[in-house]
């Protein structure tokens, strides 16, 4: 049994088109690292509520922060389990009948109990971890942060183990009887661009040039 | 009062940062409509779970659609709420500290129990609109559903009711005293972009003219 690509419970488990379920570490790691947020499904008061949610990787974690006074908060602290799941739309998929029309994407759903960071310097080289993973070298160039606003700012994380990968990528499939059907099919593909920087207007002359690299 | 731009619910105020909260139906309409989809958070088991979707609007109801034998299904079988959240990612928002670094976004919460839509003639008519929505025209010209296709297809709605929405846009928000910190500030603009469109490798000659606009 190839155990870098089972899935870890009944639970995490893609049922609907398994054949687009991966559970490969570096693919899970892979699109984690690719989407600029996710979504973190919480239960509060028995009902589902879904945040967009900035999140970054380190190892075999994923972490997340937000404001100290969060609703988040509110839900973690009952010990609430989360879904979080990350999602790249990478295009449509546009086939001859409407039944097999469909989307490229890539997708990851990650279940667990999230847990605070509390010690104050481990909180400030996890949050150091944040903005040096997107933007490399650019913490120690900040403005340190305060006691204050590390106070103000909740940390979490959980293991990357209750996870799965679903992807889907390539051309339509049509039913065979279909494929002369007089009408265009094809992929129209999407993707995240980064546009042109914008420096902020009270910006000190000479900063200019020191555009951060993305990475 | 600003009915218009008031929270339904305490439930769907938002909460955090409320004068990020908008609640306008124009707002929360557009947003709806330019996010290509959703992440729906549905209860299963005590538990969150968090759905890449596709969605689509009608009026003031949101639509979506999956295969009739999915989790989704299970979960909507047993009455249960979901939250339907679609999220646009606009950009990086650097600031001069951590703690002021941000994201521009546009974000929509819908709240609700789903309901099907389960007469054959009105599920048709309602991924008409799915696929014309995003392709004026498209529908007519695809190779008809078969009804095996519509029954294995579940269109579930809601009416837009309980709805927030949240959004950040512009420039970084630096301390006054952090303006003159020798770092570079300004928002790295972010957004979905649409490449060449990639006609399916079994398209039939003649065919390719026949590109479909998107909406």
């Given at each position: 049994?190839?155990?870098?690509?089972?899935?870890?419970?009944?639970?995490?488990?893609?049922?609907?088109?398994?054949?687009?379920?991966?559970?490969?570490?570096?693919?899970?790691?892979?699109?984690?690292?690719?989407?600029?947020?996710?979504h973190i499904g919480h239960v509060i008061g028995g009902r589902p509520v879904v945040i967009p949610t900035l999140h970054?990787?380190?190892?075999?974690?994923?972490?997340?922060?937000?404001?100290?006074?969060?609703?988040?908060?509110?839900?973690?602290?009952?010990?609430?389990?989360?879904?979080?799941?990350?999602?790249?739309?990478?295009?449509?998929?546009?086939?001859?009948?409407?039944?097999?029309?469909?989307?490229?994407?890539?997708?990851?759903?990650?279940?667990?109990?999230?847990?605070?960071?509390?010690?104050?310097?481990?909180?400030?080289?996890?949050?150091?971890?944040?903005?040096?993973?997107?933007?490399?070298?650019?913490?120690?160039?900040l403005r340190p942060p305060t006691r204050q606003e590390l106070k103000a700012t909740l940390v979490l994380w959980m293991?990357?183990?209750?996870?799965?990968?679903?992807?889907?990528?390539?051309?339509?499939?049509?039913?065979?009887?279909?494929?002369?059907?007089?009408?265009?099919?094809?992929?129209?593909?999407?993707?995240?661009?980064?546009?042109?920087?914008?420096?902020?207007?009270?910006?000190?002359?000479?900063?200019?040039?020191?555009?951060?690299?993305?990475?």
């Open positions: 049994m190839d155990t870098e690509n089972s899935a870890p419970s009944s639970f995490s488990r893609v049922r609907r088109m398994p054949k687009r379920g991966v559970y490969r570490r570096e693919t899970i790691h892979a699109i984690l690292d690719a989407a600029p947020f996710c970054w990787r380190e190892g075999d974690a994923v972490y997340w922060h937000g404001n100290a006074a969060s609703r988040m908060l509110e839900a973690n602290e009952a010990g609430g389990e989360v879904c979080l799941t990350a999602s790249l739309f990478d295009g449509w998929v546009l086939a001859r009948s409407g039944f097999h029309h469909s989307v490229n994407y890539r997708s990851v759903m990650c279940f667990g109990t999230p847990r605070a960071v509390t010690d104050p310097a481990e909180k400030e080289a996890a949050l150091a971890g944040f903005i040096d993973g997107r933007f490399p070298g650019r913490w120690a160039r293991p990357i183990e209750e996870a799965s990968a679903k992807l889907r990528a390539g051309p339509p499939i049509d039913e065979p009887e279909d494929l002369a059907w007089p009408v265009w099919a094809g992929v129209l593909p999407v993707g995240l661009v980064a546009g042109a920087a914008e420096p902020a207007p009270d910006l000190k002359p000479g900063l200019n040039e020191e555009l951060p690299v993305t990475r």
